[in-house]
Structures are given as C-alpha cells and as structure tokens.
C-alpha cells in the first residue's frame, strides 16, 4: 500500500535507524540521511542498558539543596560552564521549573508508562534484524555505599515500583554473592531482574543500518541544512547544495536536531548534557550485569569489547572539547570499584539531547503535518528508541498511535 510512499529520517543513530526499520515493515521507500556513518555519534557511547525502569528524570525536588554541592564539589558527577549556563539562564530556569514535586511526580508517570511499552517496540526490530544475540538479559543493579544513600533514594525507588518497575532489594552479602568483582563494600543494592542490555550498541546501530539497506533503503551521507515545504510533500536540501523529495520527514537527529532550519525548532528549548564513558579492554568478565552506583552517577556495563564506565552531567554545549575532570572522576570512582588498570583504553564524549522537562518529541511537528519530530531522549534513546519508531510509523501511517503521544506533543513548549 505504501510502496510508492517516501519518507526521509534525519539521523542515523539508535532511534534514527529505529525509526526508517518501522516506516520500512509498514511498507515505505525511506532514505535515511546523516553526515556521519550511523551510530557512531551519541549512540554508540551510552551504558547500554534497556533501562526500562528508568522513570526518575534528572530533574529532581532535592535539586534546590543539592545543586551548589554538585556543581562545586571536587567529587561530583555534574559539573556546569557557569558562562555557558548564565547564558542559557532562560533553558535554566525551565528545567529548575520541572523540579517541583508535582512536576517530577507527572513526568515520572509519562515516562513510565512508555518504559511498559519498551519491548513493544525494540523485539520486533532485533527479530527484523537478526539481533537478538546483541541483547543480554542477566538484569541489572543499582548499589549503594551507606545506609543513608539508600533511604534517600527510598522515595524515588518507590516511585520506580509504583509506576511498574520490578525489582527486589539486596544485602550486601547478596550483591557479593551476585557480583563478586566489584572490590569496595555496598550496604544496599536493587536487582532489576528482567532489565536487559546492549553488548555493543554501534553493532546494534549497524546491525539496523545493514537489515535497512537489504530492504531497499537509501543512504544520503550529508548534512540537512533545512526543509522547504511543498503542496505534497518536502524538500530536504543538504550541505552540498543537493537536495532530497519525500512526502514525510522525520527529524530523529538528537541533540543537533535544533539547527534544521524550517522544521519549527526555533519553538523548541533543546539543549545538550554531554556525557562521558571510559572503557577497559578486556575487563568485561569483571561484572555479570550492569551495576550502577546511583548516588556516584555513572554505570559499569560489561560488554563485549570490555567493562564500560559511563555517565556523569555536563552543562557546557556542543564543543568538542572533552572535560579532564569529567573522565578522571570516572576513572577515579571506576578504580573504587574494581581492579582496573591505571588508565582506560578509551575516553569518549557524546551529546545527549536534552528538554527541560526529561520528555522526548514524539510527533507532528509544529509547522507541517509533513515534517515529524523523534528526539531529545535525554538518557533514554537506547531504550526508547524501537517504541518511538513504532509510534512514528503508525501516525506516518495514519494509524491511532498505539500508546497516547499527547504528553509528548511539541505544543507543551508554547
């Protein structure tokens, strides 16, 4: 029915890819365009985790007291270009806004319900894909130091549970009897034991980009600058003054989403926290699952290239200049934990794309029923990227939208 039908996915990272896989079972001719070979931005650096349990936003009641000891303590995982946040003070102040408790109470419920459907839309991909071998199901752990730690993050954990998360609580003899290569001591721990994680997130990406290309699907290696529309469709001119025909595009370009021109981005508050990882070639055998320690920020994930030390906030934008204190807090906290040699075979830096509320755009854009928006997943685009895809093809498709998109709209931010 839809053979004849174009649509151009801009981006080709986790949920770019996701997105072009579910337009292709509906039966679309898609071009999936991006400067960069896909996965290899901000996709291929997370933890890896299908952290279907993630409801909690960054955005958080406590913030107000933390907030002067997390930007200038020596031993934080947020750290904040004071120039670069004074002069987004506007971004600032939203996101201070979505803190209150009503506010984190309604956008941990949103997000929890479209956690539920995270397997709805990421099985059929890894099926479509020949993936399945990418994806191990050993759960996944949260721990803490102290006693304190731990009833600090008992209301949010509550949280968790009532908007359907299943975990059980751990001792400290049962975390060292599940995970007996992590060296210093934890009182608590959660164990999420239907979470699930990725080995390799660029293979998965690229395992999505080969299933694309045997169905028929184009690649436009090119920048968009912008999106010109027309009576039935769009035009989508790229960086060498070429251009591409579609009757749909979808922006699915993460952080870097905003610099299209003519897709309504000047309406939208998108901004970056730039996020870290180190890697230990080799070490992977160092953990069964991945563990995170919450009050430090950051997760361990054994993959199959080595143990992945990843996490941290940083609001500074989009250069490309890594922060020493971000990876050495990683390293350092990384140590505590586990034997690890003294530096890392790999530091990275990506961008995550950031709203001031934690939610996604999932949807029609603000300035054409032509142009569809799939970004700004904060922490959450490996895990929500095959059920924003499945939501993507079926409103290109003219379907109802099998989970309610409203709290995603565009329209929240006018």
């Given at each position: 029915?839809?053979?004849?039908k174009?649509?151009?996915?801009?981006?080709?990272?986790?949920v770019?890819?996701?997105?072009?896989?579910w337009?292709?079972?509906?039966?679309?001719?898609?071009?999936?365009i991006?400067?960069?070979?896909?996965?290899?931005?901000?996709?291929?650096?997370?933890?890896?985790?299908?952290a279907?349990?993630?409801?909690?936003?960054?955005?958080?009641?406590?913030?107000?007291?933390r907030?002067?000891g997390?930007?200038?303590?020596?031993?934080?995982?947020?750290?904040?270009?004071?120039?670069?946040?004074?002069?987004?003070?506007?971004?600032?102040?939203?996101?201070?806004?979505?803190?209150?408790?009503?506010?984190?109470?309604?956008?941990?419920r949103?997000l929890?319900?479209?956690?539920?459907?995270?397997?709805?839309?990421?099985?059929?991909?890894?099926?479509?894909?020949?993936?399945?071998?990418?994806?191990?199901?050993?759960?996944?752990?949260?721990?803490?130091?102290?006693?304190?730690?731990?009833?600090?993050?008992?209301?949010?954990?509550?949280v968790?549970?009532?908007?359907?998360?299943?975990?059980?609580?751990?001792?400290?003899?049962?975390?060292?009897?599940?995970?007996?290569?992590?060296?210093?001591?934890?009182?608590?721990?959660?164990?999420?034991?239907?979470a699930?994680?990725?080995?390799n997130?660029?293979?998965?990406?690229?395992?999505y980009?080969?299933?694309?290309?045997?169905?028929?699907?184009?690649?436009?290696?090119?920048?968009?600058q912008?999106?010109?529309?027309?009576?039935?469709?769009?035009?989508?001119?790229?960086?060498?003054?070429?251009?591409?025909?579609?009757?749909?595009?979808?922006?699915?370009?993460?952080?870097?989403?905003?610099?299209?021109?003519?897709?309504?981005?000047?309406h939208?508050?998108?901004?970056?926290?730039?996020?870290?990882?180190?890697?230990?070639?080799g070490?992977?055998?160092l953990?069964?699952?991945p563990?995170?320690?919450?009050?430090?920020?950051?997760?361990?994930?054994?993959?199959?290239?080595?143990?992945?030390?990843?996490?941290?906030?940083?609001?500074?934008?989009?250069?490309?200049?890594?922060?020493?204190?971000?990876?050495?807090?990683?390293i350092?906290?990384?140590?505590?934990?586990f034997?690890?040699?003294?530096?890392?075979?790999?530091?990275?830096?990506?961008?995550?794309?950031?709203?001031?509320?934690?939610?996604?755009?999932?949807?029609?854009?603000?300035?054409?029923?032509?142009?569809?928006?799939?970004?700004?997943?904060?922490?959450?685009g490996?895990?929500?990227?095959?059920?924003?895809?499945?939501?993507?093809?079926?409103?290109?498709?003219?379907?109802?939208?099998s989970h309610?998109?409203?709290?995603?709209?565009?329209?929240?931010?006018?």
């Open positions: 029915m839809n053979k004849n174009s649509v151009a996915v801009v981006g080709a990272g986790i770019g890819t996701s997105c072009a896989l337009l292709q079972k509906k039966g679309f001719l898609v071009t999936l991006d400067p960069d070979s896909p996965g290899s931005g901000t996709s291929s650096g997370n933890a890896c985790t299908i279907d349990y993630a409801c909690i936003p960054v955005n958080s009641p406590s913030i107000f007291k907030l002067p997390l930007m200038f303590a020596s031993d934080s995982p947020l750290t904040v270009d004071t120039k670069y946040a004074l002069s987004h003070l506007p971004w600032m102040m939203r996101f201070l806004s979505n803190c209150r408790p009503s506010r984190v109470a309604r956008i941990s949103i929890g319900k479209l956690l539920l459907k995270t397997h709805e839309g990421l099985d059929p991909l890894l099926e479509f894909s020949d993936s399945k071998h990418l994806l191990s199901q050993q759960g996944c752990m949260y721990v803490y130091k102290t006693e304190r730690e731990f009833e600090n993050a008992r209301a949010a954990n509550q968790r549970r009532d908007n359907g998360a299943i975990f059980s609580e751990l001792d400290s003899g049962e975390i060292r009897e599940l995970e007996p290569g992590i060296k210093s001591s934890f009182v608590k721990g959660l164990l999420f034991e239907q699930s994680h990725v080995l997130p660029q293979s998965l990406t690229t395992r980009f080969d299933c694309f290309q045997k169905n028929r699907g184009r690649y436009v290696k090119q920048r968009v912008a999106v010109l529309h027309e009576n039935d469709g769009v035009k989508i001119l790229l960086d060498d003054g070429e251009s591409v025909d579609a009757d749909r595009v979808v922006i699915a370009a993460g952080a870097f989403s905003r610099q299209i021109r003519g897709t309504g981005e000047h939208l508050p998108l901004d970056t926290e730039r996020g870290y990882h180190v890697q230990y070639a070490m992977q055998s953990l069964n699952r563990v995170s320690w919450n009050e430090a920020g950051f997760y361990a994930t054994p993959m199959d290239e080595g143990l992945r030390i990843a996490g941290t906030v940083e609001i500074a934008g989009f250069h490309e200049t890594k922060n020493p204190a971000n990876l050495n807090y990683l350092r906290k990384g140590q505590e934990m034997d690890l040699p003294e530096r890392p075979d790999q530091e990275w830096l990506g961008f995550r794309p950031t709203f001031p509320d934690a939610l996604p755009v999932i949807g029609h854009s603000l300035v054409s029923e032509y142009v569809l928006y799939a970004f700004g997943h904060q922490h959450l490996l895990t929500l990227a095959g059920i924003t895809g499945k939501l993507i093809a079926e409103l290109v498709n003219h379907e109802e939208p309610n998109i409203n709290p995603f709209s565009p329209r929240r931010f006018l």
